[in-house]
């Protein structure tokens, strides 16, 4: 099990799968990319998450870069960018995906459930 430093497991690496378009090669750039979304799923036993990454049309103008993270017991979360450039489209995918985690820790936060007091 791969380690973060600070005795965390590193779900990212363990996790996350390079679909189409992608190569081993890239994996190191993907990873470092997408290294703050690692850190927002450590709340989560890593073996309930999994990542899949892939990109169609790479390097032409219809590029389209697509991230799926699925969570035990959640709806998938999906994000997509059509950006030409590689890192940019990952960076997108990485903050989408991280407002929806944020939004889906709204939601389920019992607190969140609670009436307003004025």
């Known amino acids: 099990m791969a380690d973060t430093g600070d005795g965390q497991p590193d ?23 997408l290294a703050s ?3 927002r799923l450590r709340s989560h036993p890593s073996d309930s998450v ?9 390097g032409r103008a219809e590029q389209k870069v697509t991230l799926e993270c699925r969570l035990a017991g959640a709806e998938p979360l999906v994000a997509t960018s059509t950006e030409q450039e590689l890192s940019t489209a990952l960076t997108e995918v990485r903050d989408d995906t991280i407002h929806q985690l944020d939004k889906l820790k ?7 459930d609670r009436p307003h007091r004025p």
Request: net charge positive; no cysteine.
């Open 106 to 112: 709204t939601r389920r936060d019992p607190r969140h």
């Open 11 to 33: 779900v990212l690496s363990e996790r996350l799968t390079l679909g189409t378009g992608f190569t081993e090669d890239d994996h190191p750039q993907v990873l470092e990319r």
């Open 37 to 39: 979304l690692g850190k």
């Open 50 to 58: 999994d990542l899949r990454l892939s990109v169609k049309n790479r």
